[in-house]
């Protein structure tokens, strides 16, 4: 399983544009890279996934360099509400076993008025 | 789209005892995850369900937690007999394929236990 590497807290402000990057220096040929964001009581919940380049959707953008070995999650102008916890994920399933489904400590994310 | 349930949503128990948990994932989801998030961590997979069977539990406690799919829908969670260190939230989530790292997951609301 790649291992990642995420910073454990983070603060912005509202209408700024935050950037959470995420390291994976041993990431496989296969891998992907998912990103989930919880917040207090709440499941984990789905933010977006890619492979290489650029990835966007209606809430964040992705950008994978050409190495992989990194990723950075960009949340465009956010708001108090994006205050929760963003964890990064490495896997392909592409065996059996846990597959990229290792959840480190993620990144806290506190926006302020 | 319903989501996935679970119940309890909180259970205070004590040491020693047995609780269970239940989780309805996603009509139609084949994989089923149980984790287990104790504060101020990231979750933890305990076991993974493709359809009725186990496709990892490398990291279930089996000498006290067990855990059963019914029928590729269902699942249950017991612990017998608790710790205190058992405390924490049990999230279940379902996939429509699973056993890939790109497959999104749905996370259920969790339950939290804590063992006094």
């Known amino acids: 399983l790649a291992k990642t590497t995420q910073p454990i807290s983070m603060d912005s402000y509202e209408g700024q544009e935050v950037n959470i990057t995420c390291s994976h220096n041993n990431i496989a040929t296969n891998d992907y890279i998912t990103w989930y964001q919880q917040f207090p009581s709440q499941g984990p919940r789905f933010i977006i996934q890619g492979y290489k380049t650029k990835v966007t959707n209606e809430v964040a953008s992705l950008f994978i360099p050409a190495d992989r070995k990194s990723s950075t999650l960009s949340l465009p102008r956010v708001s108090l509400s994006d205050t929760a916890v963003y964890y990064c994920?490495?896997?392909?399933?592409?065996?059996?076993?846990?597959?990229?489904?290792?959840f480190g400590k993620g990144t806290h994310l506190i926006i302020q008025p | 789209e319903a989501g996935v349930a679970q119940s309890p949503r909180y259970k205070i128990i004590e040491k020693r005892q047995s609780v269970a948990f239940w989780c309805n994932p996603i009509?139609?989801?084949?994989?089923l995850y149980w984790y287990q998030q104790i504060l101020g961590q990231g979750p933890k997979l305990l076991i993974q369900f493709q359809n009725n069977g186990v496709v990892d539990d490398s990291q279930l406690p089996k000498d006290r937690f067990s855990a059963e799919r019914l029928k590729g829908v269902d699942s249950t969670l017991k612990i017998q007999p608790a710790k205190l260190e058992d405390s924490a939230v049990y999230l279940c989530a379902s996939s429509l394929r699973g056993g890939r790292g790109r497959d999104e997951q749905y996370f259920g609301p969790g339950t939290r236990l804590t063992v006094t």
């Open positions: 994920l490495v896997g392909d399933g592409s065996g059996g076993g846990a597959d990229g489904l290792t």
């Open positions: 009509s139609g989801h084949a994989t």
